[in-house]
């Protein structure tokens, strides 16, 4: 009979680097910072820098290039990337109609590009350690859809897709990978007359307010440390907007 | 930190909510059936033993109210964890245990969640965890009874989810896979294999290649009961290895 594997410890900070994009404002920033409270030496990859991280590097994520010698810079200077966090995105509300195909492109680069160009820097590594941890920021509009955000709902939904596959590939590995799915949140993301904002809006909301991009992080430190057994798992703190 | 009501905290998962909410600061009121004590464990974690068969509203309202009496609080963290489970071919199973394990999985978190949720208002805010299952997303053969109490729970999680946000009561649910539990001796009887080759079954189709240690689900089950997630609400945890991924 196989031998049954044994249940890992909880992948706590101790030390190890965790990788977060998009990390100069947001729920990025608000990762890197409850990382780093648990004991993470963190590094963040925005194309502005990121004050909260202990090591904060240039990066555009769709560009696989800037990606690969990013990583391996923070790989050489820190030590092996115990977890990786892609937070990077932009987002934008326009009419299908109007999506041009260069913010289509765009749109797809950064936020599932983003996400397999961090995916393919630093998995190998984890997959030979035998542990590690990928969390994918996703949105509660890739499971629900919007009326003006096609391109946005589509890359998210392709991360949501590429990561339940990635999570099957690497789970023999003991590398867990998963996403969280907020929904709107309370960042830089929504101007101040978004309508998102709108007290209209949030009434709607069986929890009736935005997400903070702090609950946003424990939920992803969950899924890095103690979910242990979360692979593929897609984790909406959305106020409800998507039940 | 609240009072943290665990049901059916004599089984193997409910034992480990208990030590989990316990070392996170709660102070825990365990119930389970009269017939399976849980005092001891309750001395050990200085909460309070509650037992009742959760199945009988009745005895769940005089339970929560003793609780709350007890502890000299309301209970602001409900973990419904108490289950029945059979196994029997659908055509062959026994009508009223069919109807038991309905009524004590499903029923049993209606019992007590509606007893709870008077005082949670009281206290401006709660968070009840419910515990399901994966086999309520994807059914499962010979398990019909305990598959739509599973189903059912899901739905009470998203439909109370809407229901009692605006209230601040966050309602979630955990669906965790075949945990390694003494219950596992209740798959392998009726699969006529023994334990250790029921693991090895229900672990071959589980992409982390293993199944889950309670401990894996009650971590997932604290984060459900923290209430610095607000806006977590109606959503289904699923921790499963990555086998089942995000169905419903």
Known sequence: MPERPERPESLAGQG???????????????????LSGRGWTTAGLDLSPAPDADHSVGVDVSDPAQVGAAVRRIERELGPVGAALCAAGHYAIVPVSD????????????????????????TPGMVERGEGAVV??????????????AH??????????????????????????????????????????????????????????????????LAAAYLVEDGTFCAGEVLSPNAGAVI | MAVALITGAGGGLGAAVARRLAADGHLVALNDHPDRSVAALAAELDGVAA??????????????????????????????????MTMAPFAAHDPDDWWR???????????????????MVERGGGRMVLVSSEWGLIGWPDATAYSASKAGMIALTKSLGRELGPLGIAVNAVAPSVIDTPQLEVDATAAGVSVDEIRERYAARVPLGRIAAPEEVAAAIALLADDR???LVGQILHVNGGTTRSRA
């Open chain 1, 152 to 217: 946005y709902a589509a890359a998210k939904g392709a991360v949501i897709g590429f990561v339940r596959s990635l999570a099957v590939e690497l789970g023999p590995s003991g590398v867990r990978v998963n996403a969280v799915a907020p929904g709107p949140t309370d960042t830089p993301l929504l101007p101040p007359e978004s309508p998102w904002r709108k007290a209209s809006y949030l009434q709607t909301l069986p929890a009736g307010r935005l997400t903070s991009a702090e609950e946003v992080a």
């Open chain 2, 101 to 119: 394990i309905v009524d004590v999985n499903l029923g049993g978190t209606f019992a007590c969640a509606q007893a709870v949720l008077p005082g």
């Open chain 1, 16 to 34: 190890r680097v965790a990788l977060v994009t998009g990390a100069a404002s947001g729920i990025g920033a608000a990762m890197v910072r409850e």
């Open chain 2, 229 to 231: 997630l607000p806006t």
């Open chain 1, 99 to 122: 999506i041009a195909w260069p913010e289509w492109r765009r749109m797809l680069r950064v936020h599932l590009g983003g996400l397999v160009n961090v995916c393919r820097a630093v």
């Open chain 1, 136 to 149: 994918a920021v996703a949105s509660e509009l890739a499971i629900g859809g919007g009326d003006a955000e």
């Open chain 2, 51 to 84: 037992p009742a068969d959760v199945a009988d509203p009745e005895a769940v309202e005089a339970m929560v109210a003793d609780v709350e009496q007890r502890t000299g609080e309301h209970v602001g963290v409900l973990v419904a964890a108490a289950a029945h």
